[in-house]
């Protein structure tokens, strides 16, 4: 019954959007609204069937319906509930339905937002551009990737559960859907751009709706960044939160290019400019999800995150052909319209930043695609095995981004067009002085390594710009109304979310710098053989072993050390590494046990279990800073959703002029404005 019930809810998706996609490009194409309105309403019947097909494969997963083929693969009656509903997304068909329902919520949301545009041709070409992706998808499930095939021959009493990787951390039933979140989020403002090309409408009056979508699927994104490094370090047991992964590069290449976009966007949007630029953005910001897509779904890479082998890879190559082929030629048929005259008014100028921001981010993506999909290309080509490390991004991304970290100290203290010498001396000695004074502080207190040097005092220098472009309005404010300082920044930040969202999260990036900075390969790492009641001393702490204790689940066995630590005499507490053993699983899974602190991690893994002589291998790793990183994530989340969050409209009174929410975007004269849309 269930494979049939998912199989009706796929069709019935794939029949609405094919539907609604021709339905919303007739409207389009021949300006008629009744088609168009007709197309939009099956954007509703999509979201239906998505969700359909989501409860019968969870209906199936907490049933444990073994019929299933995908059930008996991937779900046990072991498995505790949590990680039971998260295995819809643990394999390859069940990742794509999610992907097929955050899609199609995501299009449902922008239709609702788009009621009142219905015949506007541009929308209805991004409708149409919309509801063909979310058909590509669910005809990928009716077809090689399908979630609801049934179990060949005998159905079986148990399933093989999840991979034990995906269920020894809660972080497992978070970070996937929330990195989907924003990876199919980016669907919408491609949508809007294909449509803005093909419409011919590629002046300022799409960017409205498209500059808050690409803010929100690139906040979504950046917190499924942060969390992917979070689990990796609860979860792996290495001591680290980044490796530069292919798959973790996957997510983070289309972040770069929406960065990168989000700030060039207010060039466009206050003087018509860099509109190729913009629409590029765009356009390879989606493609680069699809290339990601296709790196952890058809097996080419070889990853902890990554799925098996499958018949999906050709398939998304082939559609990722189509969306590049299309964007080009959209482009060049559209080339003489976004032309824009002028030409940057000085090298010293914002303009001229945000231009050196949008290659820097390019060059940033480019140096992580190169060093991602080279090696596969290699393999395919010449059919030789090579491998590319951590020590080539590191030497190549590090320069670009201290190069970024400048830029954000310097960019939001520019003018949008020249200015008087000594007043732009006058504007960056104070950066200047707190990078410098930093730096100094830094190098005094035993910090080594010119990177690390450079990149605290950049982030110090972003922090001084961003409280000296809000200081001098915070005061005016203060001092026009009578109000106190703390009232007035409230009302400030409250009057324009775009602009201080956009300050709070270069606080955050601020903050991700320093953590990346001071922890960065730059932790102490021991391996420690203790006998029980021995101890051994790594940075100050004392790592007594006590003993060992084992739990056993229908999951799993689960053997933890009891580790007494103290840090210069001063008790810390019972630390408990483990590791497990899951049924049919060839190897031990290790969880790390963690204690963290504002100036460092003590993080301690269970290499071994006792041998023959009662001895355990402990590894212990102090990490400076690390939880800096999770603050800054933090910060940026909160910044993107205050900058992201819809202003109130005022109800206009007869005679009074229309104030709209964005123009509440254009800076005062004499304003300094934030470097980023959000970012």
Not at 75 to 83: E, Y
Not at 387 to 404: I, Q
Not at 594 to 601: E, K, M, N, S
């Amino acid at each position: 019954m269930k494979p049939e019930l998912g199989h009706l809810a796929l069709a019935v998706g794939f029949a609405a959007a094919a539907t609604g996609a021709a339905l919303a490009a007739l409207g389009a194409a021949r300006r008629d609204l009744r088609a168009a309105r007709v197309g939009r309403l099956f954007v509703a019947l999509v979201v239906v069937a998505a969700v359909g097909a989501v409860a019968v494969m969870e209906w199936a997963l907490l049933g444990h319906d073994f019929s299933l083929a995908y059930v008996a693969q991937n779900g046990s009656r072991a498995t505790p509930t949590l990680f039971t509903v998260a295995s819809l997304w643990a394999a390859l068909q069940g990742s794509i339905l999610l992907w097929a329902l955050i899609l199609a919520v995501h299009l449902g949301v922008a239709a609702h937002r788009w009621r009142g545009l219905t015949g506007d041709p541009a929308i209805g070409w991004a409708t149409a551009v919309g509801l063909a992706v979310a058909a590509f998808f669910f005809a990928l499930m009716l077809g090689p990737a399908d979630p609801f095939r049934a179990v060949q021959g005998a159905v079986p009493a148990d399933g093989a559960g999840p991979n034990p990787l995906l269920q020894n951390h809660p972080m497992m039933a978070f970070h996937p859907p929330m990195l989907y979140l924003g990876y199919v989020g980016f669907t919408v403002p491609f949508a809007l751009a294909m449509g803005a090309l093909i419409s011919g409408r590629v002046d300022e009056q799409w960017l409205r709706l498209t500059r808050q979508t690409t803010l929100l699927a690139w906040g979504l994104l950046t917190v499924g960044i942060v969390l992917g490094a979070w689990w990796s370090y609860e979860v792996l047991g290495w001591g680290g939160y980044w490796a530069w992964d292919p798959v973790e590069n996957a997510a983070l290449i289309p972040w770069f290019t929406a960065t990168a976009f989000l700030h060039s966007v207010r060039i466009q949007e206050r003087r018509g400019r860099l509109r190729v630029w913009n629409l590029s953005l765009l356009l390879a910001t989606y493609c680069l999800t699809i290339v990601g897509t296709f790196l952890t779904r058809s097996g080419v890479v070889a990853s902890v995150h990554a799925f098996s082998r499958s018949a999906v890879g050709p398939v998304l190559l082939g559609f990722l052909a189509v969306l590049a082929v299309s964007a080009l030629a959209l482009l060049a048929w559209r080339g003489d319209r976004l032309r824009t005259p002028g030409r940057i008014d000085s090298p010293l100028s914002r303009e001229a930043a945000f231009l050196v921001n949008n290659l820097v981010m390019t060059a940033l993506a480019t140096v992580v695609v190169t060093g991602t999909v080279f090696p596969l290309l290699a393999e395919a080509l010449w059919n030789r095995q090579l491998a590319v490390g951590a020590p080539y991004f590191d030497r190549l991304a590090a320069p670009l981004g201290l190069t970024l970290l400048l830029l954000m100290a310097v960019a939001p203290l520019l003018p949008y067009r020249a200015m008087e010498p000594r007043q732009l001396r006058e504007r960056l000695l104070g950066p200047a002085v707190a990078a410098a004074g930093t730096a100094a502080a830094v190098t005094a207190a035993g910090v080594r390594g010119v990177e690390r040097v450079v990149a605290l005092g950049l982030a110090a220098a972003v922090a001084w710009s961003v409280v000296s472009s809000v200081a001098p309005q915070v005061r005016a404010r203060a001092r026009a109304h009578g109000e106190r300082r703390l009232v007035a920044l409230g009302r400030l930040v409250a009057g324009n979310r775009r602009r201080y969202g956009g300050f709070v999260v270069h606080l955050g990036v601020a903050i991700i710098a320093v953590a990346l900075a001071a922890s960065y390969g730059a932790g102490t790492h021991r391996e420690l053989v203790l006998a029980q009641g021995r101890s051994a001393t790594v940075q100050g702490y004392t790592v007594t072993y006590l003993g060992t204790e084992a739990r056993s689940t229908p999951q799993k066995l689960t053997l933890s050390a009891q580790l007494r630590v103290t840090h210069d005499g001063q008790p810390v507490g019972v630390l408990t590494p483990s590791l497990a053993v899951f049924p049919g699983a060839t190897e031990a899974v290790g969880s790390p046990s963690v204690r963290a602190g504002l100036r460092q991690d003590l993080y301690l893994t269970l290499v071994s279990s006792p041998d023959e002589t009662g001895q355990v291998t402990v590894g212990v790793f102090v990490n400076p800073l690390v939880s800096w990183l999770w603050l800054g994530g933090l910060v940026m989340a909160l910044g993107t959703a205050w900058a992201a969050w819809p202003a109130r409209r005022r109800v206009r009174r007869p005679g009074v002029p229309a104030r709209d929410a964005p123009v509440l975007d254009t800076p005062a004269a004499g304003e300094t404005v934030s470097v980023g849309s959000g970012s």
